[in-house]
T-cell receptor, first 107, second 112 residues
Framework: GQQLNQSPQSMFIQEGEDVSMNCTSS?????WLWYKQDPGEGPVLLIA?????ELTSNGRLTAQFGITRKDSFLNISASIPSDVGIYFC???????FGPGTRLSVLP | DGGITQSPKYLFRKEGQNVTLSCEQN?????MYWYRQDPGQGLRLIYY???????QKGDIAEGYSVSREKKESFPLTVTSAQKNPTAFYLC???????????FGPGTRLTVT
């Protein structure tokens, strides 16, 4: 079946730094979604991507649909403490979820 | 306002008891889903439903059952056959199977 890999698994950054993470698939996807999950809460949809090469922003967040259609990238600029959480990618016809990237922001 | 509600937020049960988790949505979505999340892990699909009175097994359906008698409601029963039921359970819905999924706040189930 379809599987997603997310990199890195976890990251510790200083407040104010930019963050980059990615998600790769073993097969071609037509849709990529990025979610953020706060501790003890349900994931919240951040950005949805529908077209190869598409670049979409949501505030300090920018996500890109990879040109090969097998990957997607999420960047967070000027991180703040409330960016802490787990970031999940999801994609494919049946929306398989990746294992998540756990972000910690140090003050 | 529209959204997905799950109740209760925390649930405690004794081993051997069945327990039903509630999920309601007022988004007029056709598709609904149940996921299980273990500490430090991703989401694993238990069951999904694309339409009323129809549902399909996900990756880890053993020990769980669902019903979809109304469009708005998709309750999950964790049966005594589920060997390791303690987990965080998330319900989601989407306009259809191909649409973006929106999640509820989750129910943390502890079985002792």
């Amino acid at each position: 079946g379809q599987q997603l890999n997310q990199s890195p698994q976890s990251m510790f950054i200083q407040e104010g730094e930019d963050v980059s993470m990615n998600c790769t698939s073993s097969s071609i996807f037509n849709t990529w979604l990025w979610y953020k999950q706060d501790p003890g809460e349900g994931p919240v949809l951040l950005i949805a991507l529908y077209k190869a090469g598409e670049l979409t922003s949501n505030g300090r967040l920018t996500a890109q649909f990879g040109i090969t259609r097998k990957d997607s990238f999420l960047n967070i600029s000027a991180s703040i403490p409330s960016d802490v959480g787990i970031y999940f990618c999801a994609g494919g016809q049946n929306f398989v979820f990746g294992p998540g990237t756990r972000l910690s922001v140090l003050p | 306002d529209g959204g997905i509600t799950q109740s209760p937020k925390y649930l405690f049960r004794k081993e051997g008891q069945n327990v039903t988790l509630s999920c309601e949505q007022n988004l007029n979505h056709d598709a609904m889903y149940w996921y299980r999340q273990d500490p430090g892990q991703g989401l694993r699909l238990i069951y999904y439903s694309q339409i009323v009175n129809d549902f399909q097994k996900g990756d880890i359906a053993e020990g769980y059952s669902v019903s979809r008698e109304k469009k708005e409601s998709f309750p999950l029963t964790v049966t005594s056959a589920q060997k390791n039921p303690t987990a965080f359970y998330l319900c989601a819905s989407s306009i259809d199977r191909a649409g973006e999924q929106y999640f509820g706040p989750g129910t943390r189930l502890t079985v002792t």
